[in-house]
């Protein structure tokens, strides 16, 4: 939850809506991409998806093997990551990537199951030549992830949907007064909101959140500082003042509204 006690990002809609949208996600990787991992869990988690990853997922005093095996065996897709340092090394990362082989030959043929994700410019395994792979370093990687997961039938819609109120969510739990004033804006059939008071930190906590939003069609934004900087008394930061722009009143309407059905708590 945030510090302002609004929402949780994954838990923004209903569970009747989460269960209907997510797939569930099997998260390989070898112990020195860990780092890497970690910033994979929570961009498949942000999609609105169920992810598996032992550090996240395993509980105390289980069978880890078995549990492996079975959260690779319900998995509706097998997120392979790989490195230089993966693909070279004996471990168990090794036998993760042998059952989802094996996972994969009971699937109609045509079907995703595995979805090779290149970190470097490593060599993928054999086993995955006829699978095409991400390229993470790649600008449309999180597109194209973004798509795959979505791409198990009806899912699509929805869980873009979901998405996007989770971004909306973020941003309403991370500042104090963006968001009321475009959802102020929308309500009242405006395309564009009056100017707002960030700190800098602030901001660029929120700004892969405009930028997401951005590029979804949503919304633009722009700086509306004036020529002298203004310094908040209380931090020292620099004040900026954002103005949201272009609002989409089609696509933005529908979200809020969601989002107000499905808040969780009030802001402290």
């Known amino acids: 939850m945030s510090r302002g006690g609004r929402f949780v990002d994954s838990e923004v ?3 009747s809506l989460l269960d209907s949208t997510m797939a569930t996600v099997f998260i390989s990787y070898a112990r020195e991409d860990l780092e890497f991992a970690r910033s994979l869990y929570a961009f498949v988690l942000e ?11 395993l509980l105390p005093g289980e069978d880890w093997k078995q549990v492996i095996h079975k959260a690779i065996r319900e998995s509706d897709f097998f997120l392979a990551c790989l490195s230089k340092k993966s693909v070279s090394k004996r471990g168990y990362v ?11 030959d009971e699937f109609p043929e045509g079907e995703i199951f595995i979805v090779p994700i290149r970190l470097d ?10 699978l095409h ?39 309403r739990s991370r500042t104090r007064y963006l968001y009321p004033e475009l ?9 564009r909101s009056e100017p707002v008071s960030l700190l800098e930190s602030t901001l660029e906590s929120v700004m892969p959140v405009l930028e997401e939003l951005k590029a979804n069609g949503l919304l633009e934004y722009s700086y509306a500082d004036d020529d002298a900087k203004v310094i908040d008394g ?32 009030d802001r402290e």
Do not use: Y
Request: charge should be neutral; aromatic fraction near 4%.
């Open 47 to 57: 999609g609105g998806h169920k992810v598996w990853m032992d550090k996240e997922s």
């Open 133 to 171: 792979c991400i390229d993470w370093i790649d600008e449309n990687s999180k597109r194209l992830l973004r798509k795959t997961l979505s791409s198990k039938g009806k899912q699509d819609e929805s869980a873009e949907q979901f998405r996007l109120l989770n971004l909306l969510a973020r941003l």
């Open 94 to 104: 090794q036998r993760e990537l042998k059952q989802a082989c094996e996972v994969l």
């Open 13 to 15: 809609v209903s569970c």
């Open 183 to 191: 959802h102020k804006s929308a309500a009242a059939s405006q395309t």
């Open 121 to 130: 410019d490593c060599e993928p395994p054999q086993r995955f030549e006829d």
């Open 234 to 265: 209380r931090s020292g930061e620099l004040v900026r003042r954002v103005q949201l722009v272009s609002l989409d009143l089609n696509k933005l309407r529908p979200l809020l509204m969601a989002l107000e059905e499905h808040a969780i708590g």
